[in-house]
Nanobody, 125 residues
């Protein structure tokens, strides 16, 4: 059973940076793809990006160039570094995992099986 716990959410001003962390247990980095997603009330959960077993990353257009996903192999932690934050980045951010041994894992929420509880990010203008 894969378990995920997010942390690092906070309130920041536009243009600022945050780093979210996702502590993962019970997963096999060679078999699982890890993803970050976000959701605002009244809207569907949307993908932010993913990192696969080869540490290849994939991002949605709205965050590409500003957000970076990385993995600390020794600590089994997935990070989401968010720079140049905008008010529209405000959301609950979730870490998720799915079994996927291929390349370029798509950040499609419906494909992910395991989810954390979320951490809130608020960006003020």
């Amino acid at each position: 059973q894969v378990q995920l716990v997010e942390s690092g959410g906070d309130s920041v001003q536009a243009g600022g940076s945050l780093r979210l962390s996702c502590a993962v247990s019970g997963y096999d980095r060679n078999r699982h793809c890890m993803g970050w997603f976000r959701q605002v009330p009244g809207k569907e959960r949307e993908g932010v990006g993913t990192i696969d077993g080869w540490r290849d990353t994939k991002y949605v257009d709205s965050v590409r160039g500003r957000f970076t996903i990385s993995r600390d192999r020794d600590k089994s932690i997935i990070y989401l570094q968010m720079n140049s934050l905008k008010p529209e980045d405000s959301a609950m951010y979730y870490c998720a995992a799915r079994v996927y041994s291929g390349l370029n894992c798509p950040p499609t929420a419906a494909d992910f099986t395991y989810w954390g509880q979320g951490t809130q990010v608020t960006v003020s203008s």
